[in-house]
Nanobody
């Protein structure tokens, strides 16, 4: 079992910035961020492999930056240029090597006001 503890989030104005952090209880192959807005499906925001390969959703490319620290088992999400459509619950997700399960954090609310 893997525990994921998220921190950060909150309220920001359009164009503002927020930073999310996720602490995993052990080393994982992929650490990433997903978000789910009301009435919508959960979607990928960004993910980082243990080797540092990073993928972003097209909607956040160039505005969000995700980085991980393998020695600390953490992954951060720096969100700049926030837009109202970024309002959602943001979840940290982890997956180990091979065909193991996905693990999810409890989620943290991000609200972007106009």
């Amino acid at each position: 079992q893997v525990q994921l503890v998220e921190s950060g989030g909150g309220l920001a104005q359009t164009g503002g910035s927020l930073r999310l952090s996720c602490q995993a209880s052990r080393m994982m192959y992929i650490l990433g961020w997903y978000r789910q807005a009301p009435g919508k499906q959960r979607e990928l925001v960004a993910r980082v492999t243990s080797g540092g390969t990073t993928n972003y959703a097209d909607s956040v490319e160039g505005r969000f930056t995700s980085s991980r620290h393998n020695g600390k088992n953490t992954v951060d999400l720096q969100m700049d240029g926030l837009k109202p459509e970024g309002t959602a619950v943001y979840y940290c997700k982890a997956r180990g090597w091979g065909t193991g399960p996905n693990y999810w954090g409890q989620g943290t609310q991000v609200t972007v006001s106009t």
